[in-house]
Structures are given as structure tokens and as C-alpha cells.
């Protein structure tokens, strides 16, 4: 028996029975509006159910026009579509699992200009202003629920997940902040849940009772105005009586000001709502957000704080997790860390959605080799993320791969990445690849730096060139001076840092390089401190203010620090989409100084001499930190393919070092395996 036993109890509905108690929670994707879309989604979901997933739920499907995300996105309304969605659930089906539509109306949320909500109030976070839909355009939208169901029903699929949360239509109805309605579905309580009430009903009498009903309820809502926890169990009551199979817990709405989901979160952080929600149903309940790995999901139900566990991005990260826990190999899992930048960044610039760690997912039909034509000799001259996910994926087609490393340890821009507080999970990324390496027989030389001539003595076919970067030094007057550091001398030599700094680059490893020294190094917070994050995101877990939002208790930085950029545009604009907001609020929450349109004048004993504005003005820190980012190091590379004739490939930041990317690193030596 896997040591992960609780997760694989089967768990017995009315009507069926799912094979283990993990859900794979829905995520749009992109494929869904993609050409091709659904043989690809068919192959993303199938990859999925093949290795363990025991419920499916699909990225959300609009019931009607004016619920779609955008113009194009899908919706399920017409016999017509549902053969396409066949091409999935037939895929799905072939592996024992079982799969459910989500029917995702986005209210005021949606990207077009025929938005509609419960009332005429524009979303912080869309261009459109929404109409108030009428009471005759209410009683077509739970028609419009109900015909969708029944129609994905029709597709084969075993169930419907009603998305109550996020802040989407029905959630709009349900708080305050968005409801200001005089008629019977807006003021009290019962009447702003109405909606929610008869789309339920409405769905139930059209599929019938062997149909799963999964309710998508915002627990915690996470905004002013939000629902209060007496309001969250009424009306989890209403829809058990109404018929609802299992309910979902939904954590914050999309214009929510706090993480949910985002790398710095801690494992597990919401599940304590689910906890405090389950006694008050007799029907299974899901808890989710930022549980990634199978320990924790079996923690959680066998602590009885849950039924089933949601996890959505780790099944992005490996379609195998599943199986590899059921066979207690989960030092083989390649673990979610919770980025952000390929899956939901790429989703919300209308990408295709894909995943750092994994970039084969949801492009599955790009890679399905398995073997390479021509076994090769291949060395990967250096071991960051480009060259590690190509020695990787070459050893797994078949070639003969050996890693020379000149450092005593792999991962390149990772061991920076690691030390930042709040981004503890790139150590997971590097335990993987250390577990790879040895699985497929990676011949790997660490403390071994190479020559051309050592290399122009061996007999591989192919060189593969992840030589990495290094920190760009500015031409600023006194940048020599011993007052000066990379962030290379302070992330990983832990070089002395004074306490007051002055970081010249206003990019990703700036803010990184901000958040690691505004900590005190005595006390530095971890992932796991669950109650810090809550006092300084404002997370009441009591539940006894609307919305569970309090006021945050944000500890100062420990050093007084600026941050500088030359650039007049606001710092961190280049962070990713969906987490960079989040990398700002810490920073000025702690009190970082932040100045954009620095000109860097010179640097001396007394600090940093800058103009701002034509002002000039001298910034009195003991130190001075660069991350104004960095260049390529490939001279190796360039030197030995004018002496050598063999394959040469130059990927990761030793080809292009606009920005230390490790989404484009792996992705580019994935890709380059599968070309070789």
C-alpha cells in the first residue's frame, strides 16, 4: 500500500464512484478556442487521466454569448458542438477517469463589450463597463445553465462543475460590493443567491439524478463587501438540499489584492476554510489553492479537513503525478512551483497556456516521439535550467548525454531563485532534475570546467552550450569600488551586505535581490510560515468580517534600501502579468524606496551620486548592489565552433540574455532534444 493511501480511497457519490480523491481543477487552457483545439485538449486531458487523475474538471466553458471571456472563447449552446467535445470525454474515458464540464458565465469579468451583471458596476480589472441584466435576461441565463449541462451530458461527460466563485456572474450576485439590485434577486441575502439557487435547480431537472453537480462556492471572497461566513454555510446548505453532488472551495476574486495562488502563498494556506466549512454538509467537500504535492493532499484528508483535494497547475507541471505517488515515487514528480509565467500569464494575453517546468504541456502534440532516429554522443557544457532540460529530454529519446558543470552543483539562475523569500519551491525544480540525471543515466562532472582543447580531445557527436550568464557591470563612475556588489556576490557568495543599499536595475532580480535583504537573515521567513502571510496580506481566519479581509500587519524592512531604475516608466513593469502586482505591494509594504528616472552620476565613499528630475542628490548607503542586468557568456561557444567542425547549439541565457528567463531556458532545450 502507497504510503499516500488516503488519497486513493475511492469516494462513493449517489450515483458513482470516483477511483481516488484527487481532482484535477479546472484551468482554461487556451486550446479550448485554439485550431485544432479539442484533438489537442483530448490529448492534454488523456495524458492527465492516463496518469492517476481521478476527476477532471475543463477549463470554463460559457452557457451563453454574453457569458464567454472574450468574443472568441468558447461556449457550449448547440447540439452541433457537442462532437467536439466527444473527441475529449471519449479520450478521457479510456483510462478509467472521470471528467466534468466547468459552465464558467463571466459576468462583469468578460473581455467584451456585451459584458452584463447583476448590477451596472465596472470590474477594476476589465475595459468594459456591464450592463444590469434584466429579470427576462435572468430566467434565459439559467436556461442558458441548464441547456449547457444537458448538452455536456449529450458530449459524455460525467458532470458539471457551476462556477459560484472567483468573482464571476453568480458570485456578483451573491456579494454586496457588486449587487445593488432593488428586485427579488438583489438586497437580503436570500434574494442576492437566488440566482445561484435556480440555476442549480434548473440543471438538476435537466440532467437528471446520475449526473455529478459539482458547486464552485466562494468561501472566502477576499474583498470589501464580501459574503460573511454565516452567509458561506446558508447557502452551502441550499445547495446540498438542492441537489449539489460535492462542493468546491473558491478562494478570492480575480481583482482581489492578496495572493492566492502565486509562489509565495504557503502550501495548503486556505485549507483551513474547507475545514471549518465541512461539518456543516453531509456531501464531499474540496479544498484547493497551492497544493502541490501528493504529502500534503494526503495530510489534508487523512486530517479530515477535506474529502478531495484540487490541484490544477501540478498537472501542468507532470501529467504523471498520480501514478508516480500511487507508487511512492514522488522524488520523481516535476512539483508546480507556483510561477505563474506559462500557464495563467500566457492565458491572460490570450496564449496558449503551457507551463515552466513542463513546457510540453498542452502542446502535447508537438512532442510525441519517443525515441531518437540516430542515437548520439552528446555533452551539455553547463547545467541552468536550458541545459538540464535538454540533457534531460535527449537521455529520455535515447542519446547518450554528459553535463559538465564547473560549479559543485546544478541549476544555474535556480540557486538564486531559491534563496528569495517566498520562491522556496525552485529547490523542488532542482531536486527533480538531480532525480532525472540519475534516472537516465546522465553521466554528470561537477567541478569540471572545460577547454577547448579538452573538449576538441573527445569523441561526442554534438555539443550543447548552456553556459549561462553573468551579471552586466554599468559604466558608472567608482563601479569598482569595494562598496559594490553583483547580486551574484549577494544571492549566492552571501556576500556582507551593510544596512543601507541602494540597488542599481529595477527588473525581476532587482525586486528579487529587494525582497532577500529586506529580510533580517536572523529570522528570514519561510514558505511554510503560514500565519505571517496572513498578518501581512490581511487574511482573517476567523471569518468574522465580511469578505475575511482585515487590515495588514506588514513588517518593515530590515535594511533601508532604494531601488532604482533609469527608465521613467513604473518599477517592475516587465514582472510577469498575474504576479507582478504582488512583487510591488510586498516591497512598498515593507517600505522599500522606490525612484525611477535615476541617472547613475558616480559612486564614491559616500554612496551613490544620482540626478533625478535635474536634482542631484547623494543617497548615503554602505552599499551598492547591480542587477542591471546581464550578458551572455559564450565565448567558449564561439571559439570552439570556429576550430571544431561538429554539431555546436548555443540555448538558454548563453544565447539571449535580455532577461534571466527560465521559461524560454527549458522550453528551448526541450524543443532543441526533440530537433537534434
Not at 640 to 647: G, Y
Request: one cysteine or more; aromatic letters at 8%.
Amino acid at each position: 500500500m502507497t504510503k499516500y493511501n488516503h488519497l486513493f480511497e475511492p469516494l462513493k457519490l449517489k450515483h458513482t464512484t470516483l477511483k481516488n480523491r484527487v481532482l484535477m481543477g479546472s484551468m482554461h487552457t487556451g486550446l479550448e478556442e485554439a485550431k485544432n483545439g479539442y484533438k489537442k485538449m483530448a490529448k492534454f486531458y488523456g495524458e492527465r487521466a492516463k496518469g492517476g487523475v481521478g476527476l477532471i474538471v475543463t477549463g470554463g466553458i460559457a452557457p451563453n454569448f454574453q457569458g464567454r471571456v472574450h468574443p472568441f472563447a468558447s461556449q457550449l449552446s448547440f447540439p452541433w458542438q457537442v462532437k467536439h467535445h466527444k473527441v475529449v470525454t471519449e479520450e478521457v474515458h479510456k483510462y478509467d477517469s472521470k471528467i466534468c464540464l466547468q459552465i464558467l458565465h463571466t459576468g462583469r469579468y468578460a473581455y467584451h463589450p456585451f459584458a452584463i451583471s447583476a448590477s451596472k458596476i465596472k470590474s477594476p480589472i476589465s475595459p468594459f463597463k456591464p450592463r444590469a441584466i434584466s429579470k427576462i435576461e435572468i430566467k434565459k441565463t439559467i436556461w442558458d445553465f441548464a441547456n449547457c449541462a444537458k448538452l455536456a451530458k449529450k458530449a459524455g461527460y460525467d458532470g458539471v462543475e457551476i462556477m459560484g466563485s472567483e468573482g464571476y456572474l453568480i458570485n456578483q450576485f451573491i456579494c454586496k460590493a457588486t449587487n445593488i439590485r432593488t428586485d427579488e434577486y438583489g438586497g437580503e441575502y436570500k434574494n442576492r443567491i437566488r440566482l445561484a439557487c435556480e440555476i442549480v435547480k434548473a440543471v438538476r431537472e435537466k440532467v437528471g439524478d446520475d449526473f455529478i453537480i459539482i458547486y464552485r462556492l466562494s468561501m472566502l471572497d477576499l474583498v470589501k463587501n464580501g459574503s460573511t461566513w454565516d452567509e458561506v454555510v446558508y447557502l452551502g446548505k441550499e445547495l446540498e438540499s438542492l441537489g449539489v453532488d460535492i462542493i468546491n472551495t473558491g478562494i478570492g476574486w480575480h481583482e482581489t489584492r492578496l495572493p492566492t495562488i502565486a509562489t509565495m502563498v504557503p502550501r495548503a494556506a486556505f485549507a483551513w476554510v474547507t475545514e471549518k466549512f465541512k461539518p456543516h454538509v453531509s456531501i464531499p467537500v474540496i479544498t484547493t489553492n497551492r497544493i502541490n504535492d501528493p504529502q500534503t493532499a494526503n495530510d489534508l484528508i487523512k486530517d479530515g479537513s477535506c474529502d478531495m483535494v484540487s490541484m490544477a497547475r501540478p498537472f501542468l507541471a507532470d501529467p504523471d503525478l498520480m501514478n508516480k505517488a500511487l507508487a511512492d515515487k514522488a522524488d520523481e514528480i516535476n512539483t508546480c512551483i507556483g510561477c505563474n509565467q506559462a500557464c495563467l500569464d500566457h492565458v491572460f494575453k490570450n496564449q496558449i497556456c503551457s507551463c515552466l517546468v513542463n513546457p510540453k504541456a498542452c502542446h502535447e502534440t508537438e512532442f510525441e516521439k519517443t525515441k531518437a532516429d540516430k542515437k548520439k554522443r552528446i555533452a551539455v557544457i553547463g547545467s541552468g535550467p536550458a541545459g538540464l532540460s535538454f540533457a534531460v529530454e535527449a537521455a529520455k529519446l535515447g542519446h547518450e548525454v554528459t553535463i559538465f558543470e564547473a560549479k559543485s552543483q546544478i541549476g544555474g539562475q535556480f540557486n538564486i531563485a531559491k534563496e528569495i523569500p517566498g520562491k522556496e519551491e525552485f529547490h523542488e525544480t532542482i531536486r527533480y532534475f538531480k532525480k532525472q540525471i540519475e534516472l537516465n543515466n546522465i553521466n554528470l562532472k561537477l567541478n569540471t570546467k572545460v577547454t577547448i582543447e579538452s573538449l576538441k580531445d573527445t569523441d561526442f557527436d554534438d555539443f550543447v552550450f548552456s553556459t549561462g550568464i553573468e551579471p552586466r557591470i554599468p559604466k558608472i563612475v567608482g563601479v569598482e569600488s569595494d562598496n559594490v556588489l553583483t547580486y551574484s556576490d549577494v544571492l549566492l557568495d552571501k556576500k556582507a551586505v551593510g544596512k543601507k543599499v541602494a540597488i542599481i536595475g529595477a527588473g525581476g532580480i532587482g525586486f528579487d535581490a529587494a525582497e532577500f535583504l529586506a529580510h533580517n537573515p536572523a529570522h528570514k521567513p519561510t514558505s511554510l510560515d503560514k500565519e505571517a502571510f496572513y498578518k501581512e496580506w490581511g487574511i482573517n481566519v476567523e471569518h468574522n468580517t465580511p469578505g475575511a479581509i482585515i487590515d495588514k500587519e506588514s513588517e518593515k524592512s530590515f535594511r533601508e534600501i532604494y531601488l532604482l531604475q533609469r527608465k521613467e516608466t513604473k518599477l517592475g513593469k516587465s514582472l510577469g502579468k498575474t504576479t507582478g502586482w504582488i512583487h510591488r505591494q510586498s516591497l512598498v509594504d515593507k517600505g522599500i524606496n522606490m525612484i525611477k528616472g535615476a541617472q547613475y552620476d558616480k559612486i564614491d565613499s559616500e554612496g551613490l551620486h544620482i540626478t533625478v528630475d535635474g536634482k542631484k542628490e547623494i543617497l548615503k548607503v554602505d552599499t551598492i548592489v547591480l542587477c542591471a542586468g546581464q550578458v551572455s557568456v559564450n565565448k567558449l561557444y564561439e571559439s570552439f565552433k570556429e576550430v571544431d567542425k561538429r554539431n555546436c547549439h548555443l540555448i538558454g541565457g548563453a544565447e539571449k540574455a535580455f532577461e534571466i528567463d527560465a521559461k524560454r531556458a527549458i522550453d528551448q532545450g526541450v524543443r532543441l532534444a526533440y530537433s537534434i
